[in-house]
């Protein structure tokens, strides 16, 4: 099972809307509605952002939103702060082994 | 509040063997799957494992088949991850996870993540 495909990185300027796409395939994203998406500043365990496409988890900013088109998963952050700097990396359960299945991972910097 | 510490960085040569802890506070420690997750430096994040704590099953990453152990101690609430025949592809951040939604209905969901343990394998 290879590594879901992102951008290596996205950048934008405060207040800005950014999307990050996450292609992987019919085995994995086009095939479960199973896709999460987490941010991970340097040194700090990944935080859950999105869960199930497009779902938020209590207390995660409504700038943050995630939608999914066949084998692509992507990830907006709209209204670009400062606090969004960070790597991003979607992941998909895959029914198979391995179950889950990361992104490359992506760079977002505010210009 | 959910809580997961892991222990601290292990610094091991290549053949050895390192086993990683994670205790777990704050809701009840057979109710939920745990999951880890390593990853290398600079790299991305890759899935390792997963245990029901309640029964003791596992499931593990073909990469690490005949390699991985993963157990866990309800007395204590905690997660054990050992990790044998260690080579330098094994140097990682070591992260145990908690899946959402009690074992019986699993979300595939992974909100809850402990510190890190830093391992790292050189001669």
């Known amino acids: 099972q290879s590594a879901l495909t992102q951008p290596a990185s996205v950048s934008g300027s405060p207040g800005q809307s950014i999307t990050i796409s996450c292609t992987g395939t019919s085995n994995d994203v086009g095939g479960y509605n199973y896709v999460s998406w987490y941010r991970q500043h340097p040194g700090k365990a990944p935080k859950l952002m999105i869960y199930?496409?497009?779902n938020r988890p209590s207390g995660v900013s409504n700038r943050f939103s995630g939608s999914k088109s066949g084998n692509t998963a992507s990830l907006t952050i709209s209204g670009l702060q400062a606090e969004d700097e960070a790597d991003y990396y979607c992941?998909?359960?895959?029914?198979?082994?391995?179950?889950?299945?990361f992104g490359t991972g992506t760079e977002v910097t505010v210009l | 509040q959910v809580q997961l510490v892991q222990s601290g960085a292990e610094a091991k040569t290549p053949g050895a063997s390192v086993k990683v802890s994670c205790k777990a506070s704050?809701?009840?420690?057979?109710?939920?799957?745990m999951h880890w997750v390593r990853q290398a430096p600079g790299q991305g994040l890759e899935w390792v494992g997963i245990?029901?704590?309640?029964?003791?099953?596992?499931i593990y990453a073909q990469t690490f088949q005949g390699r991985l152990t993963m157990t866990r101690d309800t007395s204590t609430s905690t997660l054990y991850m050992e990790l044998s025949s260690l080579r330098s592809e094994d140097t990682a951040m070591y992260y145990c996870?908690?899946?959402?939604?009690?074992?019986?209905?699993?979300?595939?969901?992974?909100?809850?993540w402990g510190q890190g343990t830093l391992l790292t394998v050189s001669s």
């Open positions: 996870v908690r899946e959402e939604g009690f074992i019986s209905a699993p979300t595939k969901i992974f909100q809850h």
């Open positions: 199930d496409v497009s």
């Open positions: 704050g809701y009840t420690f057979t109710s939920y799957n």
């Open positions: 245990i029901n704590p309640s029964s003791g099953f596992t």
């Open positions: 992941s998909s359960y895959t029914g198979s082994s391995p179950p889950y299945v």
